[in-house]
């Protein structure tokens, strides 16, 4: 069985969220299940491409409206990756510095996707499967099923996976004219609500439509950002299937960006000594318990919460413990948080930015991780924690329902709340300082969260198994 993904980000390529992290995690795990798994994605302008070699295998060019772009298919010659990676040049439009957020992006996407079906309908080696991920390939499905210039690949199945349907990329009509090769009568199945919607024409037209946990699918027949009616007319093949991680990547006994790795055994020692470094490059107490958040500071994240937790948390539990915080993302909130360094003196730092070696270092040193996401389709952070022997507090929501149980039930490990809210956190906080005092139930604790299997070994055979149905 052969695969394509299609997708915007793949890690290490280009990363913006956890999309990037399962596109550049789950067709290694693929292969080593005995498929061949592939990725095509847009050559953006990064340091990933400046410092790799490549092929050319393929040259075309394409009409986007009355403008005619050419493009080049390439090959990324090393195979460092563990899988083919293919990347997509279109100069003018896809060498962007960036992955998302210009003006022109429906145009960049709507090329990007036609330029990976004229290639494939050209290339002999065609995949038995097209794995889309998300609305910026969500006219793939669409253009496969009805597009008449791509009547050779009709019979390869199509399958698209939601990560977050917040975003569906919809545009107006008065783009119509943008979209090639197909009989305009056939446009009903890119409406929805009036626009053209990628995200709606995908899980119209593609043979499967899942998403990345069983209770975010359960939350999405509920309320979909306005997709629940369709989502429920197409219930029949929808699924839901749990992200797992890397867990090679995300490994603290050889984790080359902790400074004390520490082994399965060892979770004590190890989380000492990383505390201890992170607590001194931030000036913070290390004899505190450490929460953090990690992640973009957005809405969706919860994260316009967190200076009031802080400040909240600080008053009720004066010089009891420790936040840090490492994100970018809405400019009011990183502002909210610089001045909250203030008044919050050694018990709080931020780092605002995008860091890896940073992240792999809390995940490693932090006692405790927040996440008071209103919307986590999966959620990678949680597993990340847990693999690192970092006892998460999440809201009861999608993916988090899902990997983290509360340590109060029998045999649970995390804390869970109700309500993306100040009270509730405030309140998940203090539960977290009491377990911290109980010093035995916390190691236990650690020791068993560092055992538990997130890996993508089960995920990656389940969406094997859900290929193997379209047969
Ligand atoms: O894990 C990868 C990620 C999810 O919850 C996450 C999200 C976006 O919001 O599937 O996609």
Known sequence: ?????????????????????????????????????????????TAFREKHSYEIVHQGGLWLGHDWYHFNVWKESTNELGFDLYQVDIPGLLDTPGVY???????????????????????????????CHDHHTGMIPFLL???????????????????????????GWDKLYLIPSFDLWKSGMLDWNGAINPLAAAIKCAWKVNTVSPNYMEELFRSANGLEGLLNAERGKATGILNGIDDKVWDPATDEMIPAKYGLKDVTK????????????????????????????VGDKGADLLPEIIGRSLYEHPGELNFLILGSGDAHTEWRLQQARQYAGEHFNVFIGYNEALSHQMYAGADFLLMPSRVEPCGLNQLYALRYGTVPLVRVTGGLKDTVTDFGDPGGFGIRFLHASTGDVCHAIGRALELYRSKVKFSNIRKTIMQLDHSWDKAAQSYIDLYTSLK
């Open 1 to 45: 069985m052969e695969i394509l993904h299609v997708s915007a980000e793949c890690y290490p390529v280009a990363k913006v969220g956890g999309l990037g992290d399962v596109v550049g995690a789950l067709p290694k795990y693929q292969q080593s299940a005995g498929a061949i798994a592939k990725v095509v994605m847009p050559a953006y302008n």
């Open 145 to 171: 099923r009805f597009g008449y210039k791509y009547s050779r690949l009709k019979h390869i199945a199509t399958v698209i996976t939601i990560h977050n349907a917040q975003y569906q990329g919809q545009f």
């Open 101 to 131: 957020g210009y003006p022109n992006d429906t145009e960049r996407f709507l090329a990007f996707q036609v330029a990976v079906l004229d290639w494939l309908n050209e290339w002999q080696h065609q995949p038995d499967v097209i794995h």
């Open 270 to 297: 190890g989380k000492k000594a990383n505390k201890e470094q992170l607590c001194k490059t931030f000036e913070l107490d290390p004899s505190l318990p450490l929460f953090v958040f990690i992640g973009r500071l």
